[in-house]
């Protein structure tokens, strides 16, 4: 963001520098041998001039330089929005983990209860040790998810913190929960959105009318400069007596002008010209046809997020603990084997941490669509909440 706002401020100030005069000069000359005239010797001259730039070369420079300033303009705000969104994306990341977390420390839980029932009906005979044994072997592998899980914790945190410049190790509050929000438009209104909003695509705009601009004040290459002054040339008193005038100083007008007939290198400043800007509008081109594509996969993912979250907390998830609950009682009756039991709760973990993560899916392609938009999109509340727990 520092490097973004140094370039804008430089190119900025490079706006004056392109359209004002050049210096003027001052010329000097010492005669080693003085010119004799009739008032006197002349002894030296000292001159000033301005050099005047054909018409229209000053001004086609201060624009190339005010629309290289306006393409840095709008790349500090690519660069803001590139921040804005790598900070919801670890936060995003950051609720998975906190949730899934949550939902391994629940699932361990309820292992660990039915590791405890396992053993006392072992005990009491009702079943077999092998029910312990692969109540145990269950909790063992929940132990190692959860220790590989919160080993993930230290590079979500140091990400989140280098976003918003902050040392790693600085303190953070765990989210939790996540908002689960709808996009307000059509997907063709948002791809219009987004192509009338993208700051790196206007900043790309900017850059082919600098190029335009480059390439008119090439063309005026082929036209002279001017520079305009007068000399001053001092002169001693004549050598002969009573002369009229004698030692009068001359003051003259100086006019000069360049001869451009460099012709070949002046064309080929303009073909060189034409060339970048070909260059740069194909690379707008290129990235107007990538951002509509970046569009549209984000807009996919958005879709396919809700849509899990939808199958998730409407259907699968009430089912999983259904049939969870059911097969507990079958469990306790003995019409159902621990296995049965244990795959119950494997297909909850499954549907819990799926749920979670298209939670944080919807809110990562939401991300990307305004990062892309360059704004925030208005958003439209759902009735569904974002950490339900078992």
């Keep these: 963001m520092t490097a973004a706002i140094a370039n804008y401020e ?12 050049p210096d003027p000069r ?24 301005q050099p005047l730039p054909w018409l229209g070369k000053l001004r086609l420079q201060g624009e190339v330089a005010s629309e ?21 994306s670890s936060w995003y990341e950051l609720y998975y983990f906190n949730r899934a977390l949550r939902i391994m420390e629940g699932n361990r839980d309820l292992v660990q209860h039915l590791e405890r029932v396992a053993r006392t009906r072992y005990q009491t005979g ?42 790693s190790q600085a303190p953070v509050t765990m989210p939790q929960s996540a908002p689960i929000a709808d996009v307000p438009i059509n997907d063709k209104a948002l791809v219009e959105l987004v192509i009338g909003n993208n700051p790196e695509l206007r900043a790309l705009s900017f850059d082919v009318a600098a190029a335009t ?58 073909r060189a010209s034409e060339a970048r800007i070909a260059g740069r509008r194909a690379q707008r081109d290129q990235y107007l046809n990538k951002l509509e594509a970046g569009t549209v996969s984000a807009l996919f993912r958005l879709r396919d997020a809700r849509r899990q979250i939808d199958l998730y ?3 699968l998830l009430p089912k999983a603990n259904e049939s969870l609950a059911a097969t507990q009682r079958a469990y306790s ?10 795959d119950a709760q ?31 999109l208005a958003p439209v509340p759902s009735n569904k909440e974002s950490g339900n727990e078992r």
């Design 346 to 376: 494997r297909i909850l973990l499954v549907f819990e941490l799926a749920e979670a993560r298209a939670i944080a899916d919807h809110n990562l392609a939401r991300t990307t669509l305004e990062e892309l938009i360059g704004e925030s």
């Design 126 to 167: 009702s079943n077999g040790h092998p029910d312990v044994i692969r109540a145990q072997v269950e909790l063992g592998k929940i132990e190692n998810d959860l220790a590989s899980l919160s080993d993930r914790k230290a590079p979500l945190l140091a990400r989140l913190n280098a976003a918003l410049n902050r040392p």
């Design 213 to 270: 601009a480059a390439k008119e004040r090439a063309e005026k290459e082929f036209y002279p400069d001017f520079s305009i002054g007068f000399d001053y040339i001092a002169t001693d008193e004549a050598r002969s007596p009573n002369v009229q005038g004698s030692g009068n100083d001359p003051i003259a007008a100086a006019f000069s002008m360049t001869l451009p007939i460099q012709r070949g290198k002046y064309k080929a400043g303009v």
């Design 333 to 342: 009756t003995g019409s159902l084997s621990f296995a049965d039991l244990i």
């Design 68 to 88: 290289k300033a306006n393409a840095a303009a709008t790349r500090v705000s690519t660069v803001q929005n590139a921040v804005i969104a790598e900070v919801a």
């Design 26 to 49: 001052l010329n000097f000359r010492y005669f080693i041998e003085e010119v004799e005239t009739r008032v006197g010797p002349q002894t030296y001259a000292v001159g000033v001039s």
């Design 313 to 315: 907390q409407t259907t």
């Design 10 to 21: 430089a190119a900025t100030n490079e706006i004056e520098q392109a359209t004002a005069l």
